[in-house]
């Protein structure tokens, strides 16, 4: 529709009106919209309730600040995930080399495809600036995640699948990838999404390929880096 033929219609068709009330879901849509479009600091309430089609004060009724709001859209669109995937985590019938695979398939299709990949960069951008919603952050998505990812490696490590020296180390490396193409997605991807040359899903397949078998042609001859303890 026009801008002219909504501000004066010509078929006789009643003006859309504002909606006194909306289901929270369309608030949590709309906020996840503007939280990935503009940011945490520059999002604001009043142009949250107006791309839902309601009043402010018919936010509040659901959301009593921007913080609860963004709070809801965190848990909403990845925090409320974790329970499922950990369900499958404990249902799972393959190898952890195939639970691996499956791990990045699935947070791409759910997360990194998303609109909710542009809360990473929001909470990378942002968090220093907002110590409350950070730690809200880091309890109900970051130690979740790497809670759950750990799982995963030490599944294999009791197999007998993985070697793995540090542990803490191996939660980041799985979790760099994912990271990247969030932060890539949002910032240089989104002017140019071809420049990475690749799709998503090859970039994660040659990523786990690489987390298994490494580099090299003969894992066995590995040399240390300078000032490892391998």
Not at 211 to 228: D, E, I, K, M
């Amino acid at each position: 529709m026009s801008l002219i033929s909504f501000c004066c219609p010509t078929n006789g068709a009643p003006r859309r009106e504002r909606r006194k009330e909306a289901r929270p879901g369309e608030l949590l849509d709309a906020a996840l919209d503007l939280f990935v479009e503009k940011g945490y600091a520059a999002t604001r309430v009043d142009e949250v309730a107006a791309r839902a089609g309601v009043s402010k004060g018919t936010l509040f009724l659901y959301f009593p600040s921007k913080e609860e709001l963004f709070k809801a859209v965190v848990r909403e669109n990845i925090a409320g995930r974790f329970p499922e995937w950990n369900a499958e985590f404990e249902q799972f019938q393959g190898n952890t080399t195939e639970m691996l695979r499956y791990c990045y398939a699935v947070w791409w299709e759910h997360i990194g495809a998303t609109r909710a990949s542009g809360i990473t960069k929001l909470m990378l951008s942002e968090a220093g600036n907002f110590p409350q919603i950070t730690q809200f952050y880091q309890r109900e998505v970051i130690e979740p995640g790497q809670k759950l990812i750990r799982r995963i490696l030490q599944r294999g490590v009791d197999t007998g699948e993985f070697h793995i020296p540090d542990m803490n180390c191996a939660v980041y490396v799985v979790q760099a990838p994912m990271i990247f193409l969030m932060l890539w997605k949002h910032s240089i991807g989104a002017c140019m999404p071809d420049v990475l040359g690749m799709s998503p899903e090859t970039y994660l397949t040659t990523q786990v390929d690489t987390l298994l078998h490494g580099l090299l042609a003969r894992p066995a001859l590995s040399v240390a880096l300078p000032g490892s303890k391998l």
